[in-house]
């Protein structure tokens, strides 16, 4: 399952993609997290020194060997340089698993042992000040989607990505590439105004939307929240001691998180599990091609020098068998 956090910087899309990765890996599942958001705490977040957060390598900077594997024998897709981070997978692409050694995992993936369980850990790599809005941002987050396009998950099995709700998820097609989003919220106005603008792109994409309360103090937070997101609010997270502890250095044991916030956890859960029912892997393909053609149009095809639309497995779904038509 593709899971997403979004929301406001501060609003705890860290603490709680952290949390749930935890609790999903405390279960025994198998998970691979993802640092997306523009501020790379995520590692910290699941224990990592400093030291060890800041030796771990980017997907940006590998981009070139994720497009070359990604690409593998696909005859529509002519060398990696071509490649941009919309370009859909075909006949003949490599596709990623959540179990197993691939070469993007040992280059961009390290394991990291919790005190229950263990996860493999992918960032995009910090955002220099000066890449906000350039090609270089859009290329780090790029190599998150192209993942996510190429990526054969199951149930049970759960990439987990911390990430901006900005506008760049939106330009591309990354916001689209999950089977559930949390939306974290505090109970704020800017908290929800966040939710409304993410609802507003999301509406005509079937993106699959739940707002998560955090930091929810008291019953007034609560009937805050529940008049301005109303039936989008699926879970609230309460001000947590234990958040406290950690940011303080501690290091808590899972087990002793606040009994309701555990709760919440496994609500999270049951909403990701609930997510496979909606799957529709001819609607995710589709999208990935319409995403294509936009951004080959708006400034692939200029970049690159071809026509990228040319890149597009006409039927192509993900995860579906493909026939091996001749010439093909
Ligand atoms: N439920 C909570 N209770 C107490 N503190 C929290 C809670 N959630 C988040 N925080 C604190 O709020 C701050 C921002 O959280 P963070 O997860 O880093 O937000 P984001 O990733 O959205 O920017 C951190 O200091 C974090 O420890
Ligand atoms: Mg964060």
Redesign the pocket.
């Known amino acids: 399952m593709k899971i997403a956090f979004v929301?406001?910087?501060?609003?705890?899309?860290?603490?709680?993609s952290?949390l749930f990765i935890r609790h999903l890996a405390a279960a025994g599942c198998p998970v691979v997290a993802v640092d997306a958001?523009i501020?790379q705490?995520l590692g910290p977040?699941l224990g990592l020194t400093d030291a060890q957060a800041a030796a771990l390598p980017s997907l940006g900077a590998h981009l070139p060997e994720i497009k070359e594997y990604l690409r593998g024998a696909n005859p529509l897709i002519r060398s990696a340089e071509e490649m941009i981070k919309t370009t859909p997978p075909g006949p003949g692409s490599r596709l990623l698993r959540i179990v197993e050694e691939n070469p993007v995992y040992a280059a961009c993936a390290r394991p990291i042992a919790l005190d229950e369980g263990s996860v493999r850990l992918m960032a995009t790599g910090a955002f220099a000040e000066e890449d906000l809005g350039v090609a270089c941002y859009h290329s780090k987050v790029g190599a998150v989607e192209l993942l996510l396009n190429h990526l054969l998950d199951g149930p049970d099995e759960y990439l987990v990505t911390?990430m901006t709700a900005g506008s760049d998820s939106f330009a591309s097609g990354l916001f689209t590439r999950f089977d559930l989003t949390f939306l974290?919220a505090e109970p704020t106005r800017k908290g929800v105004s966040v939710y409304r603008q993410y609802k507003e792109y999301a509406q005509d994409f079937d993106v699959h939307l739940r707002v998560i309360g955090?930091?929810v103090q008291s019953a007034d937070d609560l009937d805050f929240l529940r008049r301005e997101v109303g039936d989008d609010l699926y879970a609230s997270?309460?001000?947590?001691?234990w958040?406290?502890r950690?940011?303080r250095g501690d290091e808590p044991p899972l087990r002793e998180l606040e009994p309701a916030?555990r709760e919440v956890l496994g609500r999270l859960r049951t909403a990701a599990d609930a997510a496979h029912q909606l799957r529709d892997p001819g609607r995710y393909s589709a999208q990935a091609v319409r995403f294509h053609l936009r951004n080959a149009e708006s400034w692939g095809n200029a970049k690159i020098g071809a026509d990228l639309a040319t890149q597009v497995a006409p039927d192509y779904v993900l995860g579906i068998e493909q026939p091996r038509t001749a010439g093909v």
């Open positions: 929301g406001k910087g501060g609003s705890g899309k860290t603490t709680l952290a958001d501020n705490h977040a911390d974290v955090n930091k997270f309460g001000h947590s001691d958040v406290r950690l940011e916030n």
